[in-house]
């Protein structure tokens, strides 16, 4: 048997990430812009910003929440963000005694309000509680944000903007949807900071 050259795994993982990021559309760099001013906003105007995902979809929101609650780069003053992946006493008691496609709604529906930002977070696009929690934002006059990817599934159609990963693999997927998250944090406090500056 022959022994796997595992430098030359690493290395097809990365041109593979490389190669990605080299063909990401412009329109997607545009609607990421546009994904920051409508947070912005919303954080100035002292709303909250949600987010949700199942997996490694939900680590990523948490992930992005955090950057948001804590400084990224600059900001001194954390906004308001909270994960909708992250009380398991209130995850686990919406999933059984409801059903795990509401896990995220519920949590909406009580803790949302007009204005304030949910971003959705699912690599195939077609998650059912993640869906759900967009369309209840949608209905409640929470702007939905998704980052997706496989075509964008229904996520990307119910969802008032959404960037699309041009990809197959949950891992590139996941891989770009943390870029972007980091990417819009940034973007986010620049925002933020620039505006309160004036």
Sequence with gaps: ?????YVDMVASELNALRELL?????????????MAGIISRAILNGNVVFTCGNGGSAADAQHIAGELVGR?????KGYKAFALTTNSSVVTALANDFSFDEIFSKQLESRGDGGDVLLAL????????????????????????AFSGKGGGRLAEVSRLSIVVPHSDFARIQEMHMALG?????????????????
């Design 1 to 5: 048997m022959v022994k796997p050259n």
């Design 22 to 34: 080299e063909v990401f559309p412009g329109e997607g760099m545009e609607k990421l812009v546009e």
């Design 72 to 76: 990224f780069r600059k900001k001194v």
């Design 122 to 145: 699912s690599t195939s696009g077609n998650s059912p509680n993640v869906i759900k929690a967009v369309e209840l934002a949608n209905e409640m006059g929470i702007v939905s944000l």
């Design 182 to 198: 980091h990417i819009l944090c940034g973007l986010v406090e620049d925002m933020v900071l620039s505006t309160k500056g004036k």
